[in-house]
């Protein structure tokens, strides 16, 4: 009679405790040949890698990854690479990222800390101006650079870009799992419901300094790749095109502390307004971000323009690589656009991501 219940209690035991086990393994993001590290006062480092042009006649092009805390350069740098044309392509690890360094203290993860990155990784390309491309959190980063140094930039491309920060300089996060099927956010729910994950969750968002002395930037990325996995469904127009998404990249607190502990950037639309240097928004047309997200855009800076890219989800580039460089490569070299341009207020039929 007795046994059932002292069963169900030792499982029930086992499964509580679990909390206090970090787990094993370490999450080694992929090396990418030729990549090179940038050095920060602080005495971190910033993973750069360089696609040299033949002849580089035109200002570099710098890529700003989404996230926030979502590096995956050894699938974006041979995308990427084929805009190398007429001029140099970097495209860079945000620190607490991939191959860059995590920081001792999670709250230096902020949205000034990754503009004070960009514009270091400016001038490590030796130009005086450069093109920038932000996808998804990093077209907020890129925005707020903007904002910051308007005499550094070229021209500019937002790529499913996420929300821009509202006057109080709060940013609502997009929510990927709306377009997964219930079965796929069961299995997310349930991966982070999980005891350890749960209560580190619940220690960051309290007392992020306590979170990282107990649960490590080793144990917390792996943690958040298995998490992050489980989303990437709902970044494809074809959810079989998975694969070529990797996940070794993320930084848990990288990722996390600008969402639970934002540093409220607050952007001066007005500079924005006087930017005079062209700008390019693709809209994925199975985006999980809000229509309204991307022709915000179209607000703010006067130059823009924005095309919705077919078949694509919100990983646009790594979906249907030729067609986006090629279109990202017709807008920096100045000639006509391949798809026609959006007034950003009617949603065009074929459509077919979150509204």
């Known amino acids: 009679p007795v046994a059932g219940p002292v069963a169900l209690l030792a499982v029930t035991a086992l499964v509580s405790l679990t909390w206090a086990w970090p787990g094993t393994g370490h999450l080694a993001p992929a090396t990418v040949p030729g990549a090179t590290f940038l050095t920060r006062p ?26 926030p805390g979502v590096a995956d350069m050894a699938h ?11 001029r140099d392509v970097y495209v860079y690890d945000q620190i607490g990222t991939g191959a860059s360094s995590r920081l001792a203290d999670p709250a230096g993860y902020t949205t000034e800390r990754a503009v004070q990155d960009l514009e270091a990784v400016r001038a490590f390309t030796g130009a005086d101006r450069v093109a920038l491309l932000g996808h998804s959190w990093g077209a907020m980063v890129v925005t707020k650079y903007i904002s910051d140094h308007p005499d550094r930039v070229a021209a500019v491309v937002f790529s499913a870009p996420g929300a821009l920060p509202d006057a109080g300089g709060h940013v609502v996060p997009g929510d990927p799992t ?41 144990e917390m990325d792996r943690r ?8 990437t469904p709902a ?17 848990y607190y990288a990722h996390q502390m600008p969402q639970l502990h934002p ?12 930017v005079t240097a062209p700008v390019l928004v693709i809209k ?18 006067p130059t823009a323009r924005m095309v919705l890219l077919p078949d694509t989800g919100h990983q646009a580039y790594l979906e249907r690589p030729d067609a986006y460089t090629q279109l990202v490569g017709d ?16 949603i065009p039929p074929d459509y077919r991501g979150t509204r």
Do not use: K
Not at 287 to 301: G, I, K, M, N, Q
């Open 42 to 67: 602080d005495g971190t480092r910033l993973a750069v890698h360089v696609t040299r042009a033949a002849s580089a006649t035109m200002p570099p092009l710098v890529v700003v990854h989404g996230g």
């Open 76 to 86: 974006d740098v041979p995308v990427f690479a084929d805009l190398a044309t007429d």
């Open 178 to 218: 709306v377009r997964l099927s219930p079965g796929e956010r069961a299995r997310l729910y349930a991966r982070l419901a999980w005891p350890r994950n749960l209560f580190a969750y619940a220690l960051t968002a309290v007392d992020p300094e306590a979170a990282h002395a107990v649960a490590s930037d080793a």
């Open 224 to 231: 958040f790749a298995a998490v992050y996995g489980d989303t």
């Open 235 to 251: 970044l494809f127009c074809d959810p079989d095109l998975t694969d070529r998404l990797g996940t070794s990249g993320v930084g």
């Open 263 to 274: 540093d409220h950037p607050v952007i001066d639309r007005s500079r924005l307004a006087s």
């Open 284 to 301: 994925p047309a199975c985006d999980y971000l809000p229509w309204r997200t991307a022709a915000e855009y179209l607000d703010v800076f």
């Open 331 to 346: 807008f920096l070299a100045g000639r006509a656009l391949p798809l026609p341009v959006q007034n950003g207020q009617d």
